[in-house]
């Protein structure tokens, strides 16, 4: 298997938002978002996998180091053989790379977080960094777009982050600010144990509006931030807010029902949302 097969063999293996949208790329820009992203998979799949935390910390820092030595002309791994080709082109940098991980780094050290801003800079690091690197590889002239990936990193891993409460618990992890759950009285044994009826309450539900709101208000302001003039081009990270968007309301539709399932939406109703994004430009 080459590289290239390796890498794309990944990204459709996810079942990912992410890969509809880049069926829609040009095969150069396709190429890159997919090694990318394959690198991104694989780094989170060392923390999602991998039971033993002193393990998982061991193989990020075997992805740290690799990650060097494929900068300095000395790649390894099937992932970075696909990458470094594409990293001039597009201006994929070590540091992008290292926030990745530092992220991951972050699930492997911590299950809380004590506060908003706590929980931005891990969002910053797993999904604002991601967001940068794809919005360049789309195509971005203007510096606001910068702005705007970050932003809609932030609301598409807050989207994530309420739909996976459930599969988070079951890891012993709640990314949903301490100060959040104290605001809305909702104590963290409770969504731990998910014990029947599952944890849930009218507490519980006024705290999952409460994060839906502030991501949808996240979706609005990414959306205003981009220039018209990158528009067309961002048009796949507008196919992923859509998809995430549309997500995010099934979960509203299921009364926040994440505890005791993984609300997802269908492979064909992700691939119509793209079709209907690249089509009508927004």
């Known amino acids: 298997?080459?590289?290239?097969?390796?890498?794309?063999?990944?990204?459709?293996?996810?079942?990912?938002?992410?890969?509809?949208?880049?069926?829609?790329?040009?095969?150069?820009?396709?190429?890159?978002?997919?090694a990318f992203?394959?690198?991104?998979?694989?780094v989170d799949d060392v923390v999602d996998e991998t039971s033993d935390p002193s393990v998982a910390a061991v193989k990020l820092a075997w992805w740290r180091k690799?990650?060097?030595?494929?900068?300095?002309?000395?790649?390894?791994?099937?992932?970075?053989?696909?990458?470094?080709?594409?990293?001039?082109?597009?201006d994929i940098r070590l540091e992008h790379l290292t926030a990745?991980?530092?992220?991951?780094?972050?699930?492997l050290e911590q299950t809380r977080f004590l506060d908003y801003p706590g929980l931005q800079r891990y969002c910053h690091l797993v999904a604002g960094v991601v967001g940068e690197v794809a919005s360049g590889?789309?195509?971005?002239?203007?510096?606001?777009?910068?702005?705007?990936?970050?932003?809609?990193?932030?609301?598409?891993?807050?989207?994530?982050?309420?739909?996976d409460v459930?599969?988070?618990?079951?890891?012993?992890?709640?990314?949903?600010?301490?100060?959040?759950?104290?605001?809305?009285?909702?104590?963290?044994?409770?969504?731990?144990?998910?014990?029947?009826?599952?944890g849930y309450s009218e507490r519980f539900t006024a705290l999952m509006k409460f994060q839906a709101e502030r991501a949808h208000r996240l979706y609005d302001e990414a959306?205003?931030?981009?220039?018209?003039a990158d528009r067309r081009a961002q048009k796949?990270?507008?196919?992923?807010?859509?998809?995430?968007?549309?997500?995010l309301r099934e979960i509203e539709a299921e009364n926040f029902r994440v505890l005791e399932q993984r609300i997802a939406l269908t492979p064909v109703r992700k691939l119509w949302i793209a079709m209907r994004t690249n089509w009508a430009g927004r």
Request: glycine share 6%.
């Open 66 to 90: 690799e990650a060097s030595s494929a900068f300095a002309g000395q790649p390894q791994h099937p992932v970075m053989l696909a990458l470094m080709p594409h990293c001039a082109t597009y």
């Open 37 to 42: 992203y394959a690198f991104c998979r694989e």
């Open 236 to 247: 796949p990270g507008l196919m992923m807010a859509n998809i995430y968007r549309a997500l």
């Open 100 to 107: 990745v991980i530092d992220g991951c780094q972050m699930d």
């Open 166 to 198: 459930g599969d988070d618990a079951r890891r012993g992890r709640i990314y949903l600010p301490i100060s959040e759950l104290q605001q809305f009285d909702v104590k963290a044994h409770e969504i731990l144990l998910r014990k029947s009826p599952w």
């Open 137 to 163: 590889i789309f195509g971005r002239t203007h510096a606001d777009s910068i702005g705007y990936a970050h932003k809609l990193g932030l609301a598409m891993q807050l989207t994530n982050i309420i739909r």
């Open 1 to 34: 298997m080459s590289p290239e097969q390796y890498v794309q063999d990944k990204a459709a293996k996810s079942g990912s938002s992410f890969y509809y949208a880049f069926l829609f790329l040009p095969a150069p820009k396709r190429a890159a978002i997919t």
């Open 223 to 228: 959306f205003a931030l981009l220039p018209e």
